[in-house]
């Protein structure tokens, strides 16, 4: 397909794509979300616990750390110390 959020490629080493595997692109500056749902249920059971800090894997642009920073604040803006 073509257009907004089709992606054209090379393929190097062909063979079948399975299921929990990354793709990389190196060079590349991806314009989206470095949270995955998955991330976003963790987090929310996170700070639901009370832990003490959070990491961030897989940082590419200031905007991920912006993300996250918004979300951990919002939910417990009273209680959280920024980041």
Avoid: H
Avoid at 26 to 43: A, F, H
Wanted: overall charge negative.
């Amino acid at each position: 397909g073509k257009g907004p959020g089709y992606l054209d490629c090379e393929v190097v080493v062909g063979g079948m794509i399975k299921d929990r595997k990354g793709v990389n692109t190196p060079d590349s500056i991806l314009e989206i979300s470095c949270l995955t749902p998955k991330d976003r249920e963790d987090l929310d059971y996170m700070l639901g616990i009370g832990v003490d800090w959070v990491a961030l894997s897989f940082v590419q642009r200031p905007e991920d750390i912006v993300e996250i920073k918004r979300l951990i604040m919002s939910y417990n803006p009273n209680n959280a110390n920024p980041p």
